[in-house]
């Protein structure tokens, strides 16, 4: 049956938005909600949430007369970003044990892309298993940067069929840039020296997108996405750094800005429009004081946040003046992820990962929260709803929350009946509800997937003792009696 006529959104009824809440999702519905308040109304309206809910998660149990259902979805949406469920569903892939160790990671919806030294692999997770469906060996050396771009902002989109589909573009020590898509490739020739960084995003130039490159010849070069650029896509060459370059990241208030950042920890911003070769691009320049490289960097707004040493340093790019110092005193930073839009910052170190409240960095005892570790946290990831901190040598990483540091769930690489041997974590990658560790074990190197969306089995509180039965979780139940947070 098909929904009523709806002539404004205001007409829109509980009803009515249920039948479309199937379609629109829960981010959606919320944001119909801020529209008028007629629609606040209905988007609030519990068999909104329910339809919602049981599109998500039909195998849960729903009560009948249950309300406030909207404070449920919420509470389960944040429980399944958190990992804190023992039965995620998982797939584990043995790579070729002849080929190098995974060195970079990256999950695109159901699919995991993987370097191994100079090849790059696409596999597609189907439970219970994942299987390579793109193999790229178009590098003659070792991988040193991986990004995924929209498709259709590059030359090889054709139609509207591939719009959904993302494009590969990978920079190598054989001084070449690689974009792939399927069984179709395009090379990007001009540093003298090896590939060292790409950009996080594609600056905009026009209609046309541009791609930001950065190598050991310390310079940073510019690429067009245009399909007309397709025998010369050598833009512009930028002169001005004396090392080698660590980061690339294009400024979040002003879309054709580049910043970059290199190895003696100097920043320097880029006005990309019309360019010209040479350094009279540069628009803004300053350094760092640091006893080591840049370890991380991230755009938000007019702020470039760099990870050095001991400190964490956000730059104003409008004036290119500190607007404030995040120092760790005697932590040296191992490893560093920012979340500025939550003011959020944390830094892994030699035992214990740290989270810091940006709006505060002065009142230092207030504002950290410490996630203990039994060695050095080189691998870290930071999102609203938790934070993943994992030691290289151990196999395994701790999952936290963000708001108060408790440890939620801890998750191995390898496969338990194997846990017997030394395994490694080498890599991982974050997205939502989904993980992906690649690790090395005596056997050979592994692919650990696991995804929490569908659920049950609460994973056992920290220190306690998990059961051999389990029963479904009935819906509204919570493992705690905290409150927890969520987006919708």
Not at 170 to 199: E, N
Not at 333 to 358: F, N, Q, R, V, Y
Request: aromatic share 6%; net charge neutral; hydrophobic share 35%.
């Amino acid at each position: 049956m098909s929904a009523p006529p709806v002539r404004t959104l205001a007409d829109l009824d509980g009803d009515v938005l249920a039948h479309c809440a199937g379609y629109l999702g829960a981010r959606d519905v919320a944001s119909l909600a801020m529209a008028c308040r007629p629609l606040r109304a209905a988007a609030y309206g519990d068999a909104v949430w329910y339809r919602l809910f049981r599109d998500q998660w039909p195998f849960e149990e729903v009560p009948c007369g249950a309300l406030g259902l909207r404070e449920l979805y919420k509470r389960r949406h944040t429980e399944v970003c958190q990992m804190k469920f023992d039965d995620p569903l998982s797939a584990i892939y043995h790579l070729n044990p002849a080929e190098a160790t995974p060195s970079h990671l990256m999950l695109d919806r159901n699919s995991i892309w993987v370097c191994q030294g100079l090849v790059a692999k696409k596999l597609s997770v189907d439970w219970p298993d994942a299987e390579v469906v793109e193999t790229h060996r178009n590098h003659g050396a070792r991988i040193t940067c991986m990004r995924l771009f929209s498709l259709s902002d590059t030359p090889l989109f054709r139609n509207d069929t591939q719009k959904n589909e993302k494009a590969l573009v990978t920079s190598s020590t054989d001084r070449t840039i690689r974009l792939c898509w399927k069984s179709h490739s395009r090379c990007y020739k001009g540093h003298l020296a090896p590939v060292t960084a790409l950009a996080d995003k594609l600056l905009v130039d026009g209609e046309s997108k541009v791609l930001a490159s950065g190598g050991e010849d310390c310079t940073v070069r510019l690429w067009s996405m245009s399909t007309r650029a397709k025998n010369r896509p050598l833009i512009a060459t930028f002169h001005g750094h004396e090392k080698a370059l660590s980061f690339l990241s294009v400024a979040r208030h002003k879309s054709s800005l580049l910043v970059s950042s290199s190895k003696d920890s100097k920043v320097k911003v880029w006005d990309t429009v019309a360019p010209s070769s040479g350094s009279s691009s540069c628009v803004g320049s300053t350094h760092i004081n640091s006893s080591g490289p840049p370890i991380a960097m991230k755009c938000h707004e007019s702020l470039c946040y760099m990870a050095t040493g001991s400190e964490v340093t956000a730059i104003d790019l409008r004036t290119m003046k500190k607007a404030s110092v995040l120092a760790l005193d005697d932590h040296r930073i191992l490893s560093c992820e920012m979340l500025p839009s939550e003011w959020l910052i944390c830094t892994g170190t030699k035992d214990k990962a740290l989270l810091w409240d940006i709006r505060k960095a002065q009142e230092l005892p207030n504002t950290v929260t410490e996630m203990q570790s039994d060695g050095p946290v080189t691998l870290l990831h930071l999102d609203p709803y938790k934070v993943v901190t994992g030691v290289a040598s151990h196999g395994q990483v701790h999952v936290w929350e963000t708001q108060t540091g408790e440890l939620l769930n801890t998750l191995s690489c390898g496969e338990p009946a194997r846990s017997g041997g030394r395994i490694t974590v080498s890599s991982m990658a974050v997205d939502g509800c989904r993980m992906v560790m690649a690790g090395s074990s005596p056997e050979g190197s592994v692919l650990h997937y696991r995804d929490f969306l569908r659920s049950s089995a609460p994973a056992p509180s920290a220190g306690e003792e998990a059961s051999r039965f389990w029963r479904p979780r009935q819906f509204g139940e919570n493992d705690d009696d905290s409150e927890d947070e969520g987006y919708y």
